[in-house]
C-alpha cells in the first residue's frame, strides 16, 4: 500500500478468497487462510460509450475466488484472480469521474537485491529463478430454486519453484522429494517499508524434480504441496 501497517489496494480480492487479516498498527498486515466465515465482494465493469458519457455497468455480486502467486527474474511480481459471481442486469450510468490507485504502488523486480532470506524446502541461499503457489480453492455455484451463491468447498494449495540444481552433497533434492520431507519455503520481496511481502510456507512437501535448462546453466523444476500442521497455516502472506 506504501504505507507500513496499512492493507493493500487488493485486501478485499484476497479477503474474498479465504483469506483473513492481521494488522499490527505501522508494522504489518499478515494473510493467512480460513476455513470458514468467507467474506465476499461486489465486482463493478465499466464499459464506456464512445464519448464517454455513459457507461454499461455490468456488477457482479456476492464474489468469490482464488488467486495465484507468480515471482520469476526479468519480470514483475504478480498476483492473479480468478473470481466467480452472481449475475446482475447490466445498467446505462454515468461513467465515474475518478478513481484512485493511492494503493497500489511501483512493484519491484526480483533479483538479488530486492529479493531476499531465501530458503527453498529448508535449504538456505538457493539461487531462485521462479517461484510459484496456486492457492487452490475450489469454486462452487449454487443454483436453487429460493437461493443462489458462490462457495469455498476446499483448498489445495500447491506450486512450483525452479532454482540452479545442486549436487546431492550439497542438498539432496531428489533424496528429499523421495521420501516427502516437508521443508520450508520462504522469502522476502522488497526492500522499503510499505513495498515489502514475505512469503512463507511452512510445511511445503516436495513433488518429483526434474532438469530444465536455463541459458547453459542447470536447474531444478521442483513441485509441491503446502501441507497444514494444524488448519490453515499452510501458508502465509505478510505485507510490511
Same mark, same amino acid.
Given at each position: 500500500?506504501?504505507?507500513?501497517?496499512t492493507?493493500?489496494?487488493?485486501?478485499?480480492?484476497?479477503?474474498?478468497?479465504?483469506?483473513a487479516?492481521?494488522?499490527?498498527?505501522?508494522?504489518?498486515?499478515?494473510?493467512?487462510?480460513?476455513?470458514?466465515?468467507?467474506?465476499?465482494?461486489?465486482l463493478?465493469?465499466?464499459?464506456?460509450?464512445?464519448?464517454?458519457?455513459?457507461?454499461?455497468?455490468?456488477?457482479?455480486t456476492g464474489?468469490?475466488?482464488?488467486?495465484?502467486?507468480n515471482?520469476? %527474474?526479468?519480470?514483475?511480481?504478480?498476483i492473479?484472480?480468478?473470481?466467480?459471481?452472481?449475475?446482475?442486469?447490466?445498467?446505462?450510468v454515468a461513467?465515474?469521474?475518478?478513481?484512485?490507485?493511492?494503493?497500489f504502488?511501483?512493484?519491484?523486480?526480483?533479483?538479488s537485491?530486492?529479493?531476499?532470506g531465501v530458503?527453498?524446502?529448508?535449504?538456505?541461499?538457493?539461487?531462485?529463478?521462479?517461484?510459484?503457489l496456486?492457492?487452490?480453492?475450489?469454486v462452487?455455484? #449454487?443454483?436453487?430454486?429460493g437461493?443462489?451463491?458462490?462457495?469455498?468447498?476446499?483448498r489445495?494449495?500447491?506450486?512450483?519453484?525452479?532454482?540452479?540444481a545442486?549436487?546431492?552433497?550439497?542438498f539432496?533434492?531428489?533424496a528429499?522429494?523421495?521420501?516427502?520431507?516437508?521443508?520450508?519455503?520462504?522469502?522476502?520481496?522488497?526492500?522499503?517499508?510499505?513495498?515489502?511481502v514475505? %512469503?512463507?510456507?511452512?510445511?511445503s512437501q516436495?513433488?518429483?524434480?526434474?532438469?530444465a535448462?536455463?541459458t547453459g546453466?542447470q536447474m531444478?523444476?521442483?513441485?509441491?504441496?503446502?501441507?497444514?500442521?494444524? #488448519?490453515?497455516?499452510?501458508?502465509?502472506?505478510?505485507?510490511?
Open positions: 500500500s506504501g504505507t507500513a501497517g492493507a493493500p489496494g487488493f485486501d478485499a480480492l484476497l479477503q474474498a478468497c479465504g483469506m487479516s492481521t494488522v499490527v498498527a505501522t508494522t504489518s498486515v499478515t494473510y493467512n487462510p480460513i476455513s470458514a466465515g468467507f467474506s465476499s465482494n461486489t463493478y465493469f465499466y464499459l464506456p460509450n464512445d464519448a464517454n458519457t455513459k457507461a454499461t455497468l455490468h456488477k457482479i464474489v468469490r475466488g482464488d488467486f495465484e502467486l515471482l520469476a %527474474v526479468k519480470t514483475i511480481p504478480t492473479k484472480f480468478t473470481m466467480t459471481g452472481l449475475y446482475n442486469a447490466p445498467i446505462g461513467p465515474p469521474t475518478s478513481i484512485s490507485f493511492g494503493k504502488i511501483k512493484p519491484v523486480p526480483p533479483n537485491q530486492n529479493t531476499t530458503t527453498l524446502f529448508g535449504y538456505a541461499t538457493p539461487a531462485l529463478e521462479k517461484f510459484n496456486k492457492i487452490g480453492n475450489k462452487e455455484f #449454487r443454483n436453487l430454486v437461493d443462489q451463491y458462490v462457495f469455498l468447498s476446499d489445495n494449495s500447491m506450486g512450483q519453484v525452479d532454482f540452479e545442486l549436487t546431492p552433497d550439497v539432496d533434492m531428489f528429499a522429494a523421495n521420501v516427502g520431507t516437508p521443508g520450508a519455503i520462504s522469502f522476502t520481496h522488497g526492500t522499503v517499508a510499505g513495498n515489502k514475505a %512469503v512463507s510456507i511452512p510445511k516436495p513433488q518429483n524434480p526434474t532438469y535448462d536455463s546453466v531444478f523444476q521442483v513441485p509441491y504441496i503446502a501441507q497444514t500442521t494444524i #488448519r490453515n497455516d499452510d501458508f502465509t502472506l505478510a505485507f510490511t
